[in-house]
């Protein structure tokens, strides 16, 4: 038996008030006035692929990553909106995660079925015996432009699926993939926004005809009656018509899942992989859970949830992401952050951001993984690994373990809040950070308002853009402090 083992999923912190972005565009758009609910919004050291890293730590094991996940021998990265368009972005996420380095990494883009048909290809490399372990992450944060329809819908968010046949708590039973080049929308070579087409042709002749046809032929491939799905998911951007396509298939309506759309928005190609994960936390043993994604055809994919399920660790998953949430109401703030205005940074930003690729190499596990060291013979951990003890009483020579400090919990010591130092979103708040199995790090700690942060404040590391090469197009990561809880 082959399916899923576990989940994670992230969304930022911050939910933009769509209210916020009609009363600053009503004067040029005027039916943007009454929009509802909120969309998830991105950090701006958060992308598709910090995100993605985040939903995998909810996934996966949080204890001595070296250790527990050992037994991941593949990762797959899906996304419209990679961060590199030649460099492996996987590759970039394994580090970050410390899986081994005997791994396959694989990028999936350019449609909205990416995390769904990297799911199929995931599942079909397992049936095959080329690995037996994948793990799956999908993170999205796509661009739009100022007062249209995609800037209200669209939503930020990561998704992570670990596979293999160990402690299944959803069974695979099968999919049914439908290629079209049916073009609902586009986004050109060195283009920024999509291009979106009719949105009745969309939903009459490509949701309406695409979807329906997939799902029957799943049904019928799978032998399970359309009467035994609990729940349906289908992404969808038109109101209700996940329901209309459901009743098409014989599907109950009820059983047709939340679409996130007030409290997330639509994440692309993260979105099928999201719901199924918001659907996992909901269901009971028994129960199948359909999941479609429309996009130049559609892909379909059935799972029957096992009673492993209850035995899975609490996880922060959909509902604690949710629940984690700082409402935002500054429309320029957004715009910044996404780079749809240009500041003025000032002199002290004119620096030139220039990586050593042979440095980033040689420091990968130091710089992407956060892996410290601990000496053998006193037992103190420190960062940045060296070859002397730094401990005064010790200083023992090449005594030094490989420790990781990324799922280590620690507080804040000292700290400031600086004004002077450019910031995308000031003040620059940075401190000593200490942790609580010992060793300490100068870190940025992000993700915090003025006046929250204190000696003492309890935080965790997260996996973050430290800062941008925009001479080169390059964007160097790192870990930063965030709020615990």
Request: hydrophobic share 40%.
């Amino acid at each position: 038996m082959t399916g899923i083992t576990a989940f994670g999923a992230y969304i930022p912190r911050r939910r933009l008030q769509r209210k916020a972005i009609g009363e600053a565009n009503k004067w040029f758009a005027p039916g943007l006035a009454n929009a509802k609910g909120e969309r998830a919004m991105a950090n701006w050291d958060e992308d598709s692929l910090t995100m993605a890293v985040e939903a995998g730590r909810d996934c996966l094991p949080a204890g001595e990553p070296a250790a527990e996940r050992a037994h991941v021998d593949a990762i797959t990265f899906a996304s419209t909106s990679m961060p590199f368009a030649d460099r492996q972005n996987a590759g970039i996420a394994s580090a970050a995660l410390q899986l081994p380095q005997e791994i396959s990494a694989t990028d999936i883009a350019s449609s909205q079925r990416a995390g769904t048909s990297a799911l199929v290809t995931a599942f079909d490399a397992i049936a095959g015996g080329r690995v037996k372990s994948p793990l799956l992450l999908v993170g999205e944060r796509r661009k739009a432009r100022a007062a249209s329809s995609d800037e209200m819908r669209f939503g930020d968010a990561g998704a992570a699926l670990a596979l293999g046949s160990d402690k299944v708590i959803a069974r695979y039973l099968g999919s049914h993939s439908l290629t079209l080049d049916f073009v609902d929308h586009f986004r050109g070579e060195g283009e920024e926004f999509d291009y979106g087409w009719e949105e009745r042709w969309i939903r009459d002749e490509g949701f309406t005809k695409i979807v329906p046809r997939t799902v029957k032929a799943l049904l019928e491939k799978t032998k399970v009656s359309a009467g035994d799905i609990d729940h349906f998911i289908l992404p969808c951007p038109f109101a209700k018509l996940d329901q209309t396509i459901a009743k098409s298939c014989g599907i109950d309506a009820a059983r047709v899942r939340d679409n996130l759309a007030s409290n997330v928005g639509d994440s692309g190609a993260t979105h099928p992989i999201l719901m199924l994960v918001a659907a996992l936390e909901d269901a009971k043993p028994g129960e199948k859970i359909l999941v479609a994604q429309f996009g130049q055809g559609c892909d379909a994919l059935l799972f029957e949830v096992t009673r492993e399920i209850a035995e899975l660790p609490k996880r922060n998953g959909v509902k604690g992401s949710l629940a984690r949430r700082k409402e935002e109401t500054n429309y320029l703030k957004y715009l910044a952050f996404n780079g749809l205005v240009e500041l003025e940074k000032g002199m002290r930003a004119e620096v030139d951001k220039r990586t050593a690729l042979t440095v980033q190499y040689r420091k990968s596990d130091m710089l992407l993984g956060l892996t410290g060291g601990k000496c053998r013979v006193c037992g103190t951990a420190q960062f940045p690994r060296t070859r002397i003890c730094v401990n005064p009483n010790c200083k023992a020579v090449d005594s030094q373990d490989a420790y990781g400090f990324s799922e280590r919990p620690g507080s804040v010591l000292s700290w400031s809040a600086d004004f002077l130092t450019y910031s995308m979103d000031p003040p620059n708040h940075y401190g000593m950070v200490t942790f609580a199995e010992g060793g300490r790090l100068m870190a940025d700690i992000t993700d915090v308002d003025q006046g929250q942060v204190d000696s003492g404040m309890a935080v965790r590391m997260a996996f973050r853009i430290k800062d941008f090469d925009e001479r080169r197009g390059f964007r160097r990561y790192f870990w930063k402090a965030v709020p615990a809880s």
